[in-house]
């Protein structure tokens, strides 16, 4: 990154910083963490017009895109946990089975690198758990 680029990122931030402040003071110090949890994952209906065939009805159905959401995370380095969680709490509601979204997970490894494979299937055991809890 590049000086330049780099001090309009700086700004950029700083900007949204201030414009958080200026609506709410709390959101200075809000944390994403745990945030996935007010969203509870959506009937099968929403998930198809979200994610499934709604721009294309011949194409993808929800449970393939959300398969490939979470690979494309993993790659990212599992880094955006909240949205990883999420995605696959959506990919359980659109009929992914654990052994599908962990080999998603898995053959990312290829791409984005053992520790980022080893976060995203760290993230999924506790979704899976978390699942089976509220299931029993």
């Known amino acids: 990154m590049n000086e330049a680029f780099a001090q309009m990122f700086r700004q950029m ?9 200026t609506f709410n003071p709390g959101l200075e110090t809000f944390s994403a963490k745990g945030f996935e949890k007010f969203f509870p994952t959506m009937p099968a209906d929403m998930m198809e017009m979200w994610f499934g065939k709604t721009f294309n009805r011949d194409g993808l159905d929800a449970k393939t895109r959300l398969l ?22 959506h990919a359980l509601s ?11 997970i898995w053959q990312m490894s290829m791409f ?14 506790s979704v899976f758990a978390e699942t089976q809890e509220n299931d029993a």
């Open 112 to 125: 984005g690198g053992l520790p980022a494979m080893q976060k995203a299937l760290e993230i999924a055991q």
């Open 13 to 21: 931030m700083e900007s949204g910083q201030e414009m958080a402040r």
């Open 94 to 104: 659109a009929g992914a089975k654990q052994r599908e979204i962990a080999e998603t």
């Open 68 to 89: 490939l959401t979470i690979g494309a995370l993993t790659v990212l380095g599992a880094q955006a946990e909240p949205q990883l969680r999420l995605a696959i709490r």
